[in-house]
């Protein structure tokens, strides 16, 4: 406050998450010669990266795909040190990155947007933090993850229990110690499936409570070899293109040749190799049917079930551990000795669907068939994927009109392109709902979402624009054809986090766009190329609704 007023700053755009997102879009709008400002809750960068720290957090796609590729001496000085980098060194990165590009200067950290409301009169966006000041930007970009509202099941007895409870999303900075205790982990996701090793190997005794039994396969993690790397930078530009035009954002595409067509053993030989190489996606890329034929797919899945049974020694344990939904529709995992961790004689498994989780008590957990007595309780259950980080803000658009009552409580999912949505005008979400996002290499996504925003606004700024908003028609049309093509796949088969289903009362419906990022960034360059179709452009916002596009 001065002389009793508040103090309000405007800035061209105000930017929400220091995430791999935010600061790249930070870096191309300064370029730009925009005023910018990145509000950041944490105190320092990284985003999912910052938060996500708990033991054996790594990367599941490879590290020489998983870096910025807009800067070739940000590619050239920075030597990733293994195939699927641990937390610490990719939080590493992106801080070299920021120190690189002198970012920090224009974000504000420990600071949290709490509302933006659109206003109409001036056409701009009025923000409020929980510093408790007043901000206002002609445009507000959203670069706040797809996987960052962490979900705590609302579990009875949760707020008794004495002994110490985590997150996996949202892990202490501080030193976490196992050593001697009875620790608990509930939930089998990647995250789960990643902590459990680790933890196993301190902990006095492990419990797994897993509700629905896991793919995995062994990642084939692996320090990488200098000469390898050098020859990757000599033909990265190549590499770069093939990624754009992927599927998944990797620059490896899936056979053509059905699985169904070949022979068991021709189909072994493949799982096999596939199993031996390791890879986010190298299982499902085998054949080109394992996306949609149920019955090609039954043959990855036998394999990986035989794989599982011949390394877990306890029958009983490897019956509960056997996956039954068809594999690929939840996101794959990849793992460092999972499986062979239920050989300790500290891990105990509970099957969560035959014994439900009763209630938390003040020393551990009850379940129908027993009490478990525990010193910790760890939860890997995951997200309120995709919309979930949007609803921990207030956002208002058009007669005030918040994003909450436009997606949640049984509406249908709306957005065009995943970057823009209809009632929101100047507004931007980066890897938003319906874009390809989490079915990809989330850095060849937000290079793509940050690059093609960057491009519009220089676009709306050459032609004397001030506003600009998605048109309904273009929203419908963009928003039924994400459902179609999750429709022609196997995906609405399974209760994953991409069809919301993990999250109690989310109406059920495919998150991301599932065309893959090669397809969807050709749509993006040609919505460009005719004159960014399917947005309403103008001087002011009031007069867009009488527009058509
Ligand atoms: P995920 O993949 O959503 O996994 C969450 C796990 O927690 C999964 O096993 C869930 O079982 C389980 N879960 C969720 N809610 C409950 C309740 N109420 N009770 C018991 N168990 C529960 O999250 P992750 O953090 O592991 O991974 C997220 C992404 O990060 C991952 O896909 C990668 O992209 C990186 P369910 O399968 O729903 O039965």
């Given amino acids: ?98 120190d690189k590009l002198d970012l920090r200067r224009d974000i504000q950290f420990n600071t949290r947007i709490t509302t933006a409301r659109f206003n109409e009169t001036y056409d701009f966006w009025e923000i409020d933090t929980d510093a408790g000041y007043l901000i206002t930007a002609k445009y507000f970009i959203t670069a706040i993850g797809c996987l960052s509202a962490s979900n705590i099941p609302n579990m009875k007895g949760l707020d008794s229990f004495k002994g110490e409870m985590y997150h996996t999303g949202k892990w202490p900075h501080e030193e976490v110690d196992f050593k001697g205790k009875r620790v608990g982990v509930i939930g089998t996701g990647s995250s789960g499936i990643q902590a459990i090793p680790f933890i196993a190997k301190e902990a006095g005794h492990l419990t797994v409570f897993q509700r629905t039994p896991q793919y995995s396969t062994p990642a084939q993690n692996h320090a990488y070899d200098p000469d390898f790397l050098r020859q990757i930078r000599r033909n990265y530009s190549e590499i770069k293109q093939l990624m754009c035009s992927s599927m998944h954002g990797v620059p490896s595409f899936p056979r053509e040749e059905l699985a169904i067509e070949v022979s068991p053993e021709v189909r072994n030989q493949r799982y096999e190799k596939a199993w031996q190489e390791g890879g986010l996606f190298t299982m499902l890329y085998q054949f080109g049917d394992l996306g949609f034929g149920e019955q090609a797919n039954e043959t990855a899945q036998e394999f990986i079930r035989a794989k599982i049974r011949q390394i877990v020694r306890d029958q009983k344990t490897a019956d509960k551990l056997m996956p039954k939904y068809i594999y690929g529709t939840k996101r794959p995992i990849i793992d460092t000795d999972y499986f062979e961790t239920y050989n300790r004689d500290n891990v105990t498994l509970v099957d969560i669907k035959a014994e439900p989780i009763e209630e938390i008590t003040p020393t551990g957990l009850r379940t129908a068939e027993a009490d478990y007595e525990l010193d910790m309780i760890v939860f890997a259950t995951g997200f309120d994927a995709m919309t979930g980080p949007f609803f921990k803000m207030d956002i208002r658009g058009r007669g005030g009109v918040s994003l909450k009552e436009k997606w949640a409580g049984g509406a249908q999912l709306k957005t065009y392109l995943g970057i823009a949505t209809a009632g929101f005008p100047n507004m931007f979400m980066i890897t938003g709902p319906q874009s390809p996002s989490v079915l990809s290499n989330m850095l060849v996504s937000i290079e793509q979402h940050v690059e093609w925003i960057s491009d519009f606004l220089d676009y709306l700024r050459k032609n004397n624009q001030e506003v600009f908003e998605a048109a309904i028609p273009a929203e ?24 919301g289903a993990n999250i109690e009362g989310k109406p059920r419906g495919i998150l991301p766009f599932i065309g893959g990022v090669g397809l969807y960034r050709q749509i993006c360059d040609e919505v460009a190329a005719k004159g960014y179709e399917g947005f309403l452009t103008g001087q002011a916002s009031r007069a867009l609704h009488n527009k058509s596009y």
Wanted: hydrophobic share 35%; charged share 20%; aromatic share 16%.
């Fill in 1 to 98: 406050m001065t002389g009793g007023q508040l103090d309000v700053q405007h800035f061209d755009a105000v930017v929400v998450g220091a995430g791999f997102a935010g600061i790249y879009m930070l870096q191309k709008l300064r370029e730009s010669g925009y005023s910018i400002r990145v509000y950041e809750s944490a105190d320092n960068v990284g985003g999912t990266w910052y938060h996500n720290r708990y033991p054996g957090a790594r990367c599941d796609i490879e590290s020489i795909y998983y870096n910025y590729t807009f800067s070739e001496e940000i590619l050239n000085e920075w030597t990733w040190s293994s195939r699927y980098a641990e937390q610490p060194e990719i939080l590493d990165y992106i801080n070299f990155v920021a």
């Fill in 476 to 499: 419908e049309a963009w928003s039924q054809q994400c459902r179609e093509a999750a429709e022609m796949s196997l995906l609405p088969k399974s209760d994953s986090w991409y069809m």
